[in-house]
């Protein structure tokens, strides 16, 4: 309350009013997969690299994001598969600047370690093409003034990648 009684202060976020409620409420509403991933990204635990939870760009909401190395981390169910609205929704992101990384709810909870590995790979610029696979998803951000980029295909992601401790605490290459 201000000195006028239950006038409360202008806010000083640039964000549309209500942004930050429903964020707040996305974040209460996720799934066990959503929050398992978030055990592992909090606190800077990946490396060091900082994460916001339920993070709006434009009229949507991501499910985690690193503003810093512009990574979008996507965790979705079934009624994700082929989607339309999603591949909408991915160029309108992509078009802020963003790469998007998606996974299944299934390999963030039967996989977590591979899962921290594969976005550990975008963010240190190791998933350098788009990669469409059935197990992720990998878009590069679109260049402002260029074409779409090819999409590329891969049997398996982890085949590109280098070996890792495998204790998710540590995300570190191994020598």
Known sequence: MTERGNDLPKSRTRRKAGTTERARALRWLDNSAEGALWKELKGRRLCGHHFTRQFPIGPYFVDFCCRKKKLIVEIDGSQHADSSYDRRRDDS???????????????????????CETI????DGRLAENVGANDIRFALAKPV??????????????????????NPENMRPTT
Do not use: C
């Not at 779409?148 to 049997?155: I, K």
């Open 120 to 123: 550990l790979a975008a963010l």
């Open 93 to 115: 992101i992509r078009s802020h600047g963003y790469s998007i990384l998606r996974f299944w709810n299934h390999d963030v909870l039967k996989h977590r370690t591979s899962v």
């Open 145 to 166: 003034d260029s074409p779409e980029l090819e999409h590329m295909t891969f049997n398996h992601v982890a085949e590109h990648q280098p070996n890792f401790d495998s």
